[in-house]
């Protein structure tokens, strides 16, 4: 059974940073694409970013380029996100997703496996 359990989420303010993580397991992770998407209220699920399987290519949102870095160790079957100068407009539950997606596509959709999720609240 395929898990992917984030953490790390939580309330901070405006141009803080946090790390999220997500723990796998259950599928074999070096095969992977790993990606982060997030829902904020009342909106539609957007894409964050993505690391392909063996962690040299990475593609962002416009949003976040520049302030987040995804990053992923095959060893630990995790993938982290990390997040700087964050914004009000971050504030989103951030979801981890599986799947044998192309990274550079840019978009949630596709990704065989999702974790429940952890919200992130940016106060300005």
């Known amino acids: 059974q395929v898990q992917l359990v984030e953490s790390g989420g939580g309330l901070v303010q405006a141009g803080d940073s946090l790390r999220l993580s997500c723990a796998a397991s259950g599928l074999t992770f070096s095969t992977h694409t790993m990606a982060w998407s997030r829902q904020a209220p009342g909106k539609e699920r957007e894409f964050v970013a993505a690391?392909?399987?063996?962690?040299?290519?990475?593609a962002y949102a416009d949003s976040v380029k520049g302030r987040f870095t995804i990053s992923r160790d095959n060893a630990k079957n995790t993938v982290h996100l990390q997040m700087n100068s964050l914004k009000p407009e971050d504030t989103a539950v951030y979801y981890c997703a599986a799947g044998t997606v192309a990274y550079w596509r840019r978009s949630h959709n596709g990704y065989d496996y999702w974790g429940k999720g952890t919200p992130v609240t940016v106060s300005s």
């Open positions: 690391i392909s399987t063996g962690g040299g290519g990475t």
